[in-house]
Protein backbone atom coordinates (compact mmCIF):
# COMPACT_ATOMS: atom_id res chain seq x y z
CA UNK A 1 0.00 0.00 0.00
CA UNK A 2 2.70 2.91 0.91
CA UNK A 3 5.59 3.08 -1.94
CA UNK A 4 7.05 6.18 -0.03
CA UNK A 5 9.14 4.99 3.24
CA UNK A 6 7.95 5.06 6.33
CA UNK A 7 10.49 7.36 8.00
CA UNK A 8 9.88 9.72 11.31
CA UNK A 9 10.62 13.14 9.66
CA UNK A 10 10.40 16.40 11.70
CA UNK A 11 7.25 17.24 10.65
CA UNK A 12 5.83 13.92 12.18
CA UNK A 13 7.97 13.89 14.73
CA UNK A 14 6.20 17.15 15.99
CA UNK A 15 2.75 15.75 14.92
CA UNK A 16 3.74 13.03 17.52
CA UNK A 17 4.19 15.28 20.36
CA UNK A 18 0.98 16.99 19.64
CA UNK A 19 -1.05 13.52 19.93
CA UNK A 20 0.79 9.99 19.03
CA UNK A 21 -2.78 8.90 17.42
CA UNK A 22 -1.85 11.68 15.10
CA UNK A 23 0.49 9.87 13.39
CA UNK A 24 -1.96 6.98 11.93
CA UNK A 25 -4.03 9.45 10.43
CA UNK A 26 -1.64 11.59 8.50
CA UNK A 27 -0.52 10.72 4.88
CA UNK A 28 -3.94 9.23 4.28
CA UNK A 29 -5.93 11.59 2.25
CA UNK A 30 -7.88 9.26 0.65
CA UNK A 31 -9.11 7.86 4.03
CA UNK A 32 -9.03 10.83 6.66
CA UNK A 33 -10.17 14.20 6.68
CA UNK A 34 -7.27 16.41 7.04
CA UNK A 35 -8.14 19.88 7.73
CA UNK A 36 -4.27 21.05 7.89
CA UNK A 37 -2.80 23.36 5.13
CA UNK A 38 -2.41 21.46 2.11
CA UNK A 39 -1.22 24.61 0.33
CA UNK A 40 2.88 24.77 1.16
CA UNK A 41 3.02 28.48 0.51
CA UNK A 42 0.05 29.01 2.88
CA UNK A 43 1.75 26.93 5.32
CA UNK A 44 4.77 28.67 5.29
CA UNK A 45 2.84 32.08 5.35
CA UNK A 46 1.01 31.41 8.30
CA UNK A 47 4.63 30.39 9.95
CA UNK A 48 6.08 33.51 8.51
CA UNK A 49 9.07 31.94 7.74
CA UNK A 50 9.23 31.70 3.78
CA UNK A 51 11.78 35.06 3.76
CA UNK A 52 13.62 34.46 6.84
CA UNK A 53 14.69 30.78 5.37
CA UNK A 54 15.80 32.39 1.90
CA UNK A 55 17.81 35.35 4.27
CA UNK A 56 19.64 33.00 6.17
CA UNK A 57 21.05 31.22 3.30
CA UNK A 58 22.33 34.88 2.15
CA UNK A 59 24.81 34.56 5.40
CA UNK A 60 26.17 31.10 4.33
CA UNK A 61 27.27 32.20 0.65
CA UNK A 62 29.51 29.09 0.15
CA UNK A 63 26.27 27.07 0.56
CA UNK A 64 24.87 23.99 -1.68
CA UNK A 65 20.89 24.00 -2.34
CA UNK A 66 19.44 20.45 -1.99
CA UNK A 67 16.22 21.15 -4.06
CA UNK A 68 14.99 17.26 -4.81
CA UNK A 69 12.22 16.18 -2.82
CA UNK A 70 13.38 12.35 -3.50
CA UNK A 71 15.03 10.57 -0.78
CA UNK A 72 17.79 8.60 -2.08
CA UNK A 73 18.59 11.46 -4.28
CA UNK A 74 18.97 14.36 -1.74
CA UNK A 75 20.77 11.55 0.53
CA UNK A 76 22.64 10.84 -2.13
CA UNK A 77 23.99 14.18 -3.32
CA UNK A 78 24.08 15.49 0.89
CA UNK A 79 26.19 12.62 1.27
CA UNK A 80 28.51 13.70 -1.64
CA UNK A 81 29.43 17.77 -0.53
CA UNK A 82 29.48 16.43 3.14
CA UNK A 83 33.02 13.95 1.92
CA UNK A 84 35.02 17.04 1.60
CA UNK A 85 36.21 18.69 4.30
CA UNK A 86 34.28 21.58 4.49
CA UNK A 87 31.25 22.25 3.29
CA UNK A 88 28.02 23.87 3.77
CA UNK A 89 24.43 22.03 2.68
CA UNK A 90 21.23 23.88 2.42
CA UNK A 91 18.39 21.15 3.16
CA UNK A 92 20.84 18.90 3.99
CA UNK A 93 19.28 15.25 4.28
CA UNK A 94 20.17 12.68 6.51
CA UNK A 95 18.70 9.58 7.84
CA UNK A 96 19.03 7.70 10.51
CA UNK A 97 17.35 3.80 10.74
CA UNK A 98 13.71 5.35 10.24
CA UNK A 99 14.38 8.72 10.98
CA UNK A 100 14.82 11.32 8.43
CA UNK A 101 15.49 14.88 8.65
CA UNK A 102 16.17 17.60 6.07
CA UNK A 103 18.88 20.61 8.01
CA UNK A 104 17.66 24.41 6.97
CA UNK A 105 21.65 24.55 7.40
CA UNK A 106 24.21 22.26 8.18
CA UNK A 107 27.99 23.27 8.30
CA UNK A 108 31.25 21.13 8.35
CA UNK A 109 34.29 21.72 9.19
CA UNK A 110 36.89 18.75 9.54
CA UNK A 111 34.76 16.65 12.10
CA UNK A 112 32.67 19.14 13.24
CA UNK A 113 28.97 19.41 12.30
CA UNK A 114 26.90 22.59 12.98
CA UNK A 115 23.19 21.96 12.60
CA UNK A 116 21.18 24.98 11.92
CA UNK A 117 17.44 25.30 12.57
CA UNK A 118 15.79 28.36 11.04
CA UNK A 119 12.92 30.06 12.40
CA UNK A 120 10.68 32.93 11.97
CA UNK A 121 10.29 33.31 15.98
CA UNK A 122 12.18 36.52 17.35
CA UNK A 123 14.53 36.90 19.93
CA UNK A 124 16.16 39.65 22.08
CA UNK A 125 19.84 38.21 22.39
CA UNK A 126 20.63 40.42 25.33
CA UNK A 127 18.09 38.93 27.59
CA UNK A 128 19.69 36.56 30.56
CA UNK A 129 18.82 33.03 29.81
CA UNK A 130 15.54 33.89 26.70
CA UNK A 131 14.74 30.06 26.41
CA UNK A 132 14.19 29.47 30.49
CA UNK A 133 11.80 30.19 33.30
CA UNK A 134 12.54 29.34 36.89
CA UNK A 135 11.17 26.23 36.47
CA UNK A 136 12.97 25.04 33.17
CA UNK A 137 12.46 25.34 29.45
CA UNK A 138 9.57 27.75 28.50
CA UNK A 139 6.95 26.36 27.26
CA UNK A 140 6.89 28.89 24.30
CA UNK A 141 10.57 27.71 23.15
CA UNK A 142 9.94 23.96 24.10
CA UNK A 143 8.54 23.18 20.30
CA UNK A 144 11.82 24.36 18.80
CA UNK A 145 13.97 23.34 21.09
CA UNK A 146 11.99 19.99 20.89
CA UNK A 147 12.94 20.12 17.03
CA UNK A 148 16.82 20.89 16.96
CA UNK A 149 17.02 17.97 19.55
CA UNK A 150 15.30 15.40 17.12
CA UNK A 151 17.65 16.31 14.99
CA UNK A 152 20.48 16.37 16.63
CA UNK A 153 19.81 13.22 17.56
CA UNK A 154 19.60 11.70 14.03
CA UNK A 155 22.85 13.88 12.64
CA UNK A 156 24.87 12.46 15.68
CA UNK A 157 23.89 9.34 15.15
CA UNK A 158 24.26 9.21 11.52
CA UNK A 159 28.03 10.44 11.82
CA UNK A 160 29.52 8.99 15.11
CA UNK A 161 32.85 10.59 14.35
CA UNK A 162 31.81 13.64 14.15
CA UNK A 163 31.00 16.28 16.97
CA UNK A 164 27.68 17.83 16.50
CA UNK A 165 26.80 20.92 17.66
CA UNK A 166 23.26 22.38 17.52
CA UNK A 167 21.87 26.12 16.89
CA UNK A 168 18.76 28.57 16.33
CA UNK A 169 18.77 30.81 14.26
CA UNK A 170 16.26 33.31 15.14
CA UNK A 171 14.78 36.98 14.20
CA UNK A 172 16.98 39.64 16.15
CA UNK A 173 14.44 42.03 17.54
CA UNK A 174 17.35 44.00 18.83
CA UNK A 175 18.78 44.79 15.57
CA UNK A 176 17.81 47.94 13.43
CA UNK A 177 17.91 47.49 9.81
CA UNK A 178 20.66 49.51 8.08
CA UNK A 179 19.23 49.89 4.50
CA UNK A 180 16.07 50.39 2.91
CA UNK A 181 14.40 47.55 0.45
CA UNK A 182 15.63 44.41 2.34
CA UNK A 183 12.60 42.86 2.27
CA UNK A 184 12.19 43.72 -1.36
CA UNK A 185 15.59 41.36 -2.07
CA UNK A 186 13.08 38.08 -1.51
CA UNK A 187 10.25 37.63 -3.90
CA UNK A 188 7.61 35.15 -3.80
CA UNK A 189 7.79 32.69 -6.77
CA UNK A 190 6.06 29.99 -8.47
CA UNK A 191 8.80 27.34 -8.67
CA UNK A 192 6.50 24.98 -10.76
CA UNK A 193 4.30 21.75 -10.19
CA UNK A 194 2.24 24.04 -7.67
CA UNK A 195 4.90 25.05 -5.36
CA UNK A 196 5.58 28.70 -4.38
CA UNK A 197 7.88 29.99 -2.13
CA UNK A 198 10.98 32.54 -1.92
CA UNK A 199 13.36 33.44 -3.67
CA UNK A 200 16.61 35.97 -3.78
CA UNK A 201 16.29 38.11 -6.62
CA UNK A 202 19.33 41.01 -5.56
CA UNK A 203 22.73 40.52 -3.39
CA UNK A 204 22.55 41.76 -0.50
CA UNK A 205 25.12 44.91 0.41
CA UNK A 206 27.90 44.53 2.95
CA UNK A 207 26.07 46.81 4.88
CA UNK A 208 23.58 43.95 5.33
CA UNK A 209 25.46 41.14 5.58
CA UNK A 210 27.70 43.14 8.51
CA UNK A 211 24.43 43.82 10.40
CA UNK A 212 22.23 40.59 9.84
CA UNK A 213 18.95 40.82 11.39
CA UNK A 214 19.00 36.65 12.40
CA UNK A 215 21.32 35.92 14.92
CA UNK A 216 22.44 32.19 15.33
CA UNK A 217 21.85 30.82 19.44
CA UNK A 218 23.77 27.62 20.23
CA UNK A 219 20.95 25.13 22.01
CA UNK A 220 23.06 22.25 22.91
CA UNK A 221 23.02 23.05 26.72
CA UNK A 222 19.12 23.05 25.94
CA UNK A 223 19.06 20.03 24.15
CA UNK A 224 21.01 17.75 26.39
CA UNK A 225 18.24 18.92 29.07
CA UNK A 226 14.99 17.85 27.05
CA UNK A 227 17.24 14.09 26.32
CA UNK A 228 17.97 13.64 30.49
CA UNK A 229 14.14 14.86 31.64
CA UNK A 230 11.32 13.08 31.30
CA UNK A 231 9.08 14.14 28.52
CA UNK A 232 5.16 14.34 30.21
CA UNK A 233 2.83 13.07 27.61
CA UNK A 234 -0.77 11.59 27.94
CA UNK A 235 0.24 8.26 28.46
CA UNK A 236 3.12 8.96 30.96
CA UNK A 237 6.35 10.37 31.39
CA UNK A 238 9.50 9.07 29.29
CA UNK A 239 12.48 10.00 28.00
CA UNK A 240 12.83 11.69 24.34
CA UNK A 241 15.37 9.54 22.39
CA UNK A 242 12.77 6.45 23.83
CA UNK A 243 9.81 8.79 22.93
CA UNK A 244 11.17 9.39 19.32
CA UNK A 245 12.30 5.43 18.50
CA UNK A 246 8.66 4.25 20.27
CA UNK A 247 6.74 7.04 17.78
CA UNK A 248 9.22 5.51 14.99
CA UNK A 249 8.60 2.20 15.09
CA UNK A 250 4.89 2.46 15.69
CA UNK A 251 4.64 5.20 12.53
CA UNK A 252 7.02 3.03 10.52
CA UNK A 253 4.77 -0.10 11.09
CA UNK A 254 1.60 2.00 10.07
CA UNK A 255 0.52 0.78 13.97
CA UNK A 256 -1.99 3.14 15.78
CA UNK A 257 -1.16 4.69 19.20
CA UNK A 258 -3.93 5.10 21.69
CA UNK A 259 -4.09 8.15 23.31
CA UNK A 260 -6.22 9.92 25.60
CA UNK A 261 -8.22 12.97 24.70
CA UNK A 262 -7.31 15.89 25.77
CA UNK A 263 -7.34 19.63 25.74
CA UNK A 264 -5.01 19.01 22.19
CA UNK A 265 -8.19 17.73 20.40
CA UNK A 266 -9.61 20.67 20.16
CA UNK A 267 -7.32 21.79 17.49
CA UNK A 268 -7.25 18.20 15.75
CA UNK A 269 -6.91 18.35 12.05
CA UNK A 270 -8.38 14.93 11.67
CA UNK A 271 -12.21 16.32 12.19
CA UNK A 272 -14.61 15.59 9.43
CA UNK A 273 -17.36 17.91 8.17
CA UNK A 274 -20.45 16.41 6.76
CA UNK A 275 -19.17 17.04 3.22
CA UNK A 276 -16.37 15.07 4.30
CA UNK A 277 -18.15 12.48 5.63
CA UNK A 278 -20.71 12.08 2.18
CA UNK A 279 -17.80 11.96 0.21
CA UNK A 280 -16.09 8.74 2.28
CA UNK A 281 -13.81 10.59 4.71
CA UNK A 282 -13.47 9.41 7.98
CA UNK A 283 -12.73 11.40 11.39
CA UNK A 284 -9.24 10.52 13.04
CA UNK A 285 -11.27 12.64 16.03
CA UNK A 286 -14.36 10.62 16.35
CA UNK A 287 -12.70 7.00 16.06
CA UNK A 288 -10.33 8.57 19.11
CA UNK A 289 -13.15 9.54 20.82
CA UNK A 290 -15.92 6.81 20.04
CA UNK A 291 -13.02 4.21 21.10
CA UNK A 292 -12.47 6.46 24.71
CA UNK A 293 -16.25 7.28 25.62
CA UNK A 294 -18.10 4.88 23.77
CA UNK A 295 -20.35 7.24 22.07
CA UNK A 296 -22.53 6.90 19.15
CA UNK A 297 -22.88 9.28 16.04
CA UNK A 298 -25.84 11.27 18.15
CA UNK A 299 -23.19 12.32 20.80
CA UNK A 300 -21.19 13.74 18.46
CA UNK A 301 -23.32 16.47 17.55
CA UNK A 302 -23.74 17.30 21.11
CA UNK A 303 -21.06 20.49 22.16
CA UNK A 304 -18.35 18.68 24.55
CA UNK A 305 -16.34 20.78 27.05
CA UNK A 306 -13.92 21.49 24.25
CA UNK A 307 -16.44 24.06 23.65
CA UNK A 308 -16.68 26.12 26.71
CA UNK A 309 -15.34 29.45 26.17
CA UNK A 310 -12.47 30.21 27.23
CA UNK A 311 -12.37 27.93 30.31
CA UNK A 312 -9.36 26.75 32.09
CA UNK A 313 -10.90 23.30 33.75
CA UNK A 314 -11.00 21.58 30.38
CA UNK A 315 -8.26 19.12 31.04
CA UNK A 316 -9.24 17.99 34.80
CA UNK A 317 -12.81 17.56 33.13
CA UNK A 318 -11.55 15.36 30.98
CA UNK A 319 -9.34 13.12 33.26
CA UNK A 320 -12.31 12.43 34.92
CA UNK A 321 -14.20 10.97 32.18
CA UNK A 322 -16.59 13.52 31.33
CA UNK A 323 -16.55 14.91 28.03
CA UNK A 324 -20.28 16.26 27.23
CA UNK A 325 -21.02 20.01 28.15
CA UNK A 326 -23.76 18.61 29.75
CA UNK A 327 -21.85 16.88 32.23
CA UNK A 328 -20.34 20.16 33.54
CA UNK A 329 -21.58 21.03 36.85
CA UNK A 330 -22.55 24.72 38.41
CA UNK A 331 -19.51 24.16 40.84
CA UNK A 332 -17.15 23.58 38.05
CA UNK A 333 -17.48 26.71 36.71
CA UNK A 334 -18.75 29.12 40.05
CA UNK A 335 -20.29 31.82 38.39
CA UNK A 336 -20.32 34.97 40.18
CA UNK A 337 -20.37 38.58 39.05
CA UNK A 338 -17.46 40.54 38.43
CA UNK A 339 -18.54 43.79 39.58
CA UNK A 340 -18.87 45.04 35.99
CA UNK A 341 -22.16 45.58 34.05
CA UNK A 342 -23.25 42.72 32.05
CA UNK A 343 -21.86 39.30 31.69
CA UNK A 344 -18.66 38.12 33.68
CA UNK A 345 -16.37 35.62 32.24
CA UNK A 346 -17.96 32.65 34.53
CA UNK A 347 -21.61 33.90 34.09
CA UNK A 348 -21.10 33.74 30.29
CA UNK A 349 -19.35 30.38 30.40
CA UNK A 350 -21.95 28.98 32.59
CA UNK A 351 -24.88 30.79 30.76
CA UNK A 352 -23.27 28.97 27.46
CA UNK A 353 -22.98 25.40 29.03
CA UNK A 354 -27.24 26.31 30.02
CA UNK A 355 -27.92 27.03 26.57
CA UNK A 356 -26.43 23.77 25.05
CA UNK A 357 -26.98 21.62 27.65
CA UNK A 358 -31.09 22.45 27.22
CA UNK A 359 -30.31 22.42 23.43
CA UNK A 360 -31.87 25.80 23.49
CA UNK A 361 -30.72 27.03 20.33
CA UNK A 362 -32.05 30.87 20.65
CA UNK A 363 -30.08 33.66 21.03
CA UNK A 364 -29.53 35.92 23.88
CA UNK A 365 -29.48 40.06 24.40
CA UNK A 366 -29.33 41.95 27.29
CA UNK A 367 -31.48 44.61 25.71
CA UNK A 368 -31.43 47.32 29.04
CA UNK A 369 -27.58 47.07 29.48
CA UNK A 370 -27.21 47.01 25.97
CA UNK A 371 -28.88 50.79 26.15
CA UNK A 372 -27.46 51.60 29.58
CA UNK A 373 -24.06 51.59 27.04
CA UNK A 374 -25.67 52.63 23.95
CA UNK A 375 -26.95 56.08 25.97
CA UNK A 376 -23.20 56.81 26.37
CA UNK A 377 -22.66 56.99 23.01
CA UNK A 378 -22.54 59.98 20.65
CA UNK A 379 -23.75 60.64 17.18
CA UNK A 380 -22.27 59.96 14.40
CA UNK A 381 -20.79 56.80 15.19
CA UNK A 382 -17.61 55.91 13.41
CA UNK A 383 -16.04 52.25 12.79
CA UNK A 384 -12.57 51.69 12.00
CA UNK A 385 -11.12 48.86 10.81
CA UNK A 386 -7.17 48.87 10.63
CA UNK A 387 -4.93 46.24 8.06
CA UNK A 388 -1.48 45.73 9.14
CA UNK A 389 1.43 43.74 8.30
CA UNK A 390 4.75 42.59 10.79
CA UNK A 391 7.17 41.33 8.49
CA UNK A 392 9.84 39.45 10.09
CA UNK A 393 12.33 41.21 7.26
CA UNK A 394 12.29 45.06 7.63
CA UNK A 395 10.73 47.07 4.24
CA UNK A 396 12.99 50.20 5.76
CA UNK A 397 15.83 51.59 7.02
CA UNK A 398 16.29 52.05 10.67
CA UNK A 399 13.16 49.90 11.16
CA UNK A 400 13.68 46.82 13.38
CA UNK A 401 12.16 43.46 12.53
CA UNK A 402 8.54 42.74 13.13
CA UNK A 403 7.25 46.31 13.96
CA UNK A 404 3.62 47.01 13.25
CA UNK A 405 3.51 48.85 9.37
CA UNK A 406 0.12 49.88 9.20
CA UNK A 407 -1.07 50.43 5.33
CA UNK A 408 -4.84 50.83 5.12
CA UNK A 409 -7.70 51.85 6.86
CA UNK A 410 -11.22 52.15 6.20
CA UNK A 411 -14.08 54.80 7.88
CA UNK A 412 -17.95 53.89 8.25
CA UNK A 413 -19.65 56.13 9.81
CA UNK A 414 -23.87 55.53 11.33
CA UNK A 415 -25.70 58.44 11.48
CA UNK A 416 -28.45 58.75 14.10
CA UNK A 417 -31.34 58.69 11.67
CA UNK A 418 -29.74 55.21 11.15
CA UNK A 419 -27.76 55.91 7.77
CA UNK A 420 -24.88 54.24 6.84
CA UNK A 421 -21.93 55.56 5.06
CA UNK A 422 -18.38 54.84 3.60
CA UNK A 423 -16.58 57.85 4.13
CA UNK A 424 -13.09 57.26 3.66
CA UNK A 425 -10.34 55.33 3.29
CA UNK A 426 -6.50 55.48 3.17
CA UNK A 427 -3.99 53.37 1.14
CA UNK A 428 -0.43 52.87 0.66
CA UNK A 429 0.43 52.06 -2.11
CA UNK A 430 4.26 53.66 -2.33
CA UNK A 431 6.36 50.97 -2.86
CA UNK A 432 9.31 51.38 0.04
CA UNK A 433 7.64 54.31 1.74
CA UNK A 434 7.17 53.39 5.70
CA UNK A 435 3.28 54.84 5.86
CA UNK A 436 2.30 54.60 9.67
CA UNK A 437 2.52 58.30 10.39
CA UNK A 438 0.66 59.49 7.35
CA UNK A 439 -1.33 56.89 8.24
CA UNK A 440 -2.07 58.53 11.71
CA UNK A 441 -2.12 62.14 10.00
CA UNK A 442 -4.93 60.46 7.40
CA UNK A 443 -6.81 59.09 10.16
CA UNK A 444 -7.14 62.38 12.42
CA UNK A 445 -8.28 64.53 9.55
CA UNK A 446 -10.65 61.28 8.59
CA UNK A 447 -12.08 61.82 12.16
CA UNK A 448 -11.81 65.12 13.23
CA UNK A 449 -14.97 66.66 11.83
CA UNK A 450 -16.77 65.48 14.79
CA UNK A 451 -16.85 64.21 18.50
CA UNK A 452 -18.80 61.00 17.60
CA UNK A 453 -17.82 57.82 19.27
CA UNK A 454 -15.25 55.63 17.81
CA UNK A 455 -15.62 51.99 17.35
CA UNK A 456 -13.14 48.78 17.04
CA UNK A 457 -14.02 44.94 17.39
CA UNK A 458 -11.36 43.74 19.73
CA UNK A 459 -7.86 44.83 20.46
CA UNK A 460 -5.90 45.37 17.32
CA UNK A 461 -6.73 48.96 15.99
CA UNK A 462 -5.74 49.65 19.73
CA UNK A 463 -2.42 47.74 19.54
CA UNK A 464 -1.19 49.43 16.13
CA UNK A 465 -1.76 52.85 17.83
CA UNK A 466 0.31 51.76 20.83
CA UNK A 467 2.97 50.52 18.45
CA UNK A 468 3.12 53.66 16.62
CA UNK A 469 3.52 56.32 19.75
CA UNK A 470 6.11 54.05 20.82
CA UNK A 471 8.24 54.48 17.05
CA UNK A 472 7.30 58.04 16.93
CA UNK A 473 9.10 58.41 20.54
CA UNK A 474 12.05 57.00 18.50
CA UNK A 475 11.51 59.21 15.04
CA UNK A 476 12.70 62.78 14.61
CA UNK A 477 8.94 63.35 13.04
CA UNK A 478 8.35 67.43 13.03
CA UNK A 479 4.54 66.94 14.56
CA UNK A 480 5.45 63.63 16.16
CA UNK A 481 3.66 65.51 19.35
CA UNK A 482 0.99 66.41 17.58
CA UNK A 483 0.56 62.91 16.57
CA UNK A 484 0.97 61.04 19.30
CA UNK A 485 -1.29 64.06 21.17
CA UNK A 486 -4.55 62.39 18.78
CA UNK A 487 -3.31 58.82 19.25
CA UNK A 488 -3.71 59.18 23.24
CA UNK A 489 -7.21 61.39 22.87
CA UNK A 490 -8.85 57.60 20.91
CA UNK A 491 -7.15 54.96 21.97
CA UNK A 492 -5.69 53.86 25.51
CA UNK A 493 -2.20 52.78 26.78
CA UNK A 494 -1.03 49.36 26.65
CA UNK A 495 0.89 47.46 28.83
CA UNK A 496 4.51 48.65 27.39
CA UNK A 497 3.48 52.69 27.06
CA UNK A 498 6.19 54.22 28.82
CA UNK A 499 3.20 56.79 29.68
CA UNK A 500 -0.60 56.06 31.08
CA UNK A 501 -3.55 57.31 29.04
CA UNK A 502 -6.66 57.06 28.36
CA UNK A 503 -8.40 59.15 25.49
CA UNK A 504 -11.51 61.32 26.10
CA UNK A 505 -12.15 59.45 22.35
CA UNK A 506 -10.96 55.99 23.81
CA UNK A 507 -12.20 53.75 21.27
CA UNK A 508 -15.25 51.20 22.03
CA UNK A 509 -14.44 47.48 21.93
CA UNK A 510 -17.30 45.82 20.10
CA UNK A 511 -16.03 42.64 21.06
CA UNK A 512 -16.40 43.45 24.77
CA UNK A 513 -20.09 44.19 24.43
CA UNK A 514 -20.57 41.26 22.84
CA UNK A 515 -19.23 39.20 25.43
CA UNK A 516 -21.19 41.36 28.25
CA UNK A 517 -24.21 41.43 26.82
CA UNK A 518 -25.04 38.89 23.50
CA UNK A 519 -25.10 35.54 22.97
CA UNK A 520 -25.66 32.51 20.46
CA UNK A 521 -25.25 29.31 20.20
CA UNK A 522 -24.35 29.06 16.66
CA UNK A 523 -20.95 30.82 18.04
CA UNK A 524 -20.04 28.04 19.36
CA UNK A 525 -18.51 30.21 22.32
CA UNK A 526 -16.33 31.59 20.14
CA UNK A 527 -16.99 35.75 20.47
CA UNK A 528 -14.10 35.88 17.15
CA UNK A 529 -16.43 38.72 14.29
CA UNK A 530 -15.90 35.66 11.94
CA UNK A 531 -18.84 33.87 14.16
CA UNK A 532 -20.48 36.31 16.01
CA UNK A 533 -21.39 38.65 12.55
CA UNK A 534 -22.64 35.59 10.67
CA UNK A 535 -24.67 34.86 14.00
CA UNK A 536 -25.88 38.71 14.05
CA UNK A 537 -27.03 38.00 10.59
CA UNK A 538 -29.39 35.38 11.44
CA UNK A 539 -30.76 36.31 14.56
CA UNK A 540 -32.00 39.84 13.37
CA UNK A 541 -34.97 39.77 11.14
CA UNK A 542 -34.60 43.55 10.46
CA UNK A 543 -30.95 43.02 8.92
CA UNK A 544 -32.20 40.24 6.90
CA UNK A 545 -34.71 42.18 5.30
CA UNK A 546 -32.36 44.92 5.02
CA UNK A 547 -29.36 43.78 3.73
CA UNK A 548 -31.03 41.32 1.49
CA UNK A 549 -31.99 43.71 -0.98
CA UNK A 550 -28.99 45.03 -3.41
CA UNK A 551 -28.59 48.70 -1.29
CA UNK A 552 -24.93 48.60 -0.43
CA UNK A 553 -23.26 50.62 -3.14
CA UNK A 554 -26.50 51.76 -4.85
CA UNK A 555 -28.09 55.17 -5.75
CA UNK A 556 -30.03 56.44 -2.37
CA UNK A 557 -28.88 53.65 -0.34
CA UNK A 558 -25.28 52.43 1.07
CA UNK A 559 -22.54 54.72 -0.04
CA UNK A 560 -20.04 52.73 -0.25
CA UNK A 561 -16.08 53.04 -2.01
CA UNK A 562 -15.67 49.43 -3.32
CA UNK A 563 -18.85 47.93 -4.50
CA UNK A 564 -21.67 48.39 -6.10
CA UNK A 565 -25.79 47.43 -5.84
CA UNK A 566 -24.15 44.79 -3.48
CA UNK A 567 -26.78 42.29 -1.69
CA UNK A 568 -25.30 41.18 1.46
CA UNK A 569 -27.87 38.29 2.44
CA UNK A 570 -27.52 35.22 0.43
CA UNK A 571 -30.18 32.64 2.25
CA UNK A 572 -27.80 28.59 2.61
CA UNK A 573 -30.62 26.32 3.14
CA UNK A 574 -32.74 27.48 6.21
CA UNK A 575 -29.60 29.81 7.14
CA UNK A 576 -28.16 33.11 5.92
CA UNK A 577 -24.63 32.47 4.21
CA UNK A 578 -22.24 33.51 5.35
CA UNK A 579 -20.77 36.92 4.20
CA UNK A 580 -17.35 36.41 4.58
CA UNK A 581 -18.09 33.87 1.75
CA UNK A 582 -19.49 36.59 -0.85
CA UNK A 583 -15.68 38.04 -0.44
CA UNK A 584 -13.70 37.88 -3.22
CA UNK A 585 -11.03 34.80 -2.54
CA UNK A 586 -7.69 36.72 -0.94
CA UNK A 587 -5.56 34.19 -3.13
CA UNK A 588 -6.81 33.46 -6.32
CA UNK A 589 -4.95 29.83 -7.24
CA UNK A 590 -5.70 29.25 -3.67
CA UNK A 591 -8.54 26.37 -2.47
CA UNK A 592 -11.23 27.76 -0.53
CA UNK A 593 -10.88 25.25 2.52
CA UNK A 594 -7.68 26.85 2.51
CA UNK A 595 -8.30 30.00 2.78
CA UNK A 596 -10.78 29.11 5.60
CA UNK A 597 -8.22 27.99 7.59
CA UNK A 598 -5.99 31.00 6.91
CA UNK A 599 -8.91 33.48 7.58
CA UNK A 600 -9.64 31.44 11.01
CA UNK A 601 -6.90 32.98 12.31
CA UNK A 602 -3.52 30.47 12.11
CA UNK A 603 -1.87 34.17 10.18
CA UNK A 604 -3.77 36.19 12.74
CA UNK A 605 -3.16 34.19 15.96
CA UNK A 606 0.95 34.22 14.75
CA UNK A 607 0.81 38.13 13.42
CA UNK A 608 -0.40 39.18 16.82
CA UNK A 609 2.33 36.57 18.93
CA UNK A 610 4.91 38.37 17.02
CA UNK A 611 3.46 41.74 17.52
CA UNK A 612 3.80 41.40 21.39
CA UNK A 613 7.04 39.71 21.29
CA UNK A 614 8.25 42.84 19.29
CA UNK A 615 6.45 45.51 21.28
Same mark, same amino acid.
Given at each position: ??????? &?? /? !?? +??? $????? @??? =????? #?????????????????????????? &?? /? !?? +??? $????? @??? =????? #????????????????????????????????????????????????????????????????????????????????????????????????????????????????????????????????????????????????????????????????????????????????????????????????????????????????????????????????????????????????????????????????????????????????????????????????????????????????????????????????????????????????????????????????????????????????????????????????????????????????????????????????????????????????????????????????????????????????????????????????????????????????????????????????????????????????????????????
Amino acid at each position: MWLMPRF &LT /K !SR +FKL $GLECP @TKL =YYTKK #EEIYADSGLTDPFLAALAEGGFQVGE &LA /K !SY +FPE $GHDIE @TLD =YDESL #EQTAALLRTDEATVFEAAVKHDNLFIRVDVLKKTATRLDLIEVKAKSIDPTEVAPFETRNGIDSRWKPYLYDVAFQKLVVAAAFPHCEVRAYLMLVDKSVVCPTDGLHHKFAIVDEGNGRRGARQISDLTDEELANPILTRVNVDRHCQKLFDEAVETTEGPTRLEERIKWLAEHYERDEKIISRPSTTCAHCQFRASEEDEEQGLRSGFKECWKAAFDWSGEEFDQPTVLDVWNYRGKAALLDEGRARISEVVEEDINPRSDGKPGMSRSERQWFQIQKAATNDCDAYLDREGLKREMRRWKFPLHFIDFETATPAVPLNRGRRPYETIAFQFSHHIVDEDGGVRHVDEYLNTTRGEFPNYEFVRKLRESLSGDSGSIFRYAHHENTVLNAIHRQLEDDAVEDRRELQTFIESISRSGRNSTRTWSGARNMIDLCELVKRYYYSPSTNGSNSIKYVLPAILNDSEFLQQKYAQPIYGADGGIHSRNFKDKRWIEADGDRVKDPYQLLPKMIEDASEADLAKVDDGEIIRDGEEREQQAA
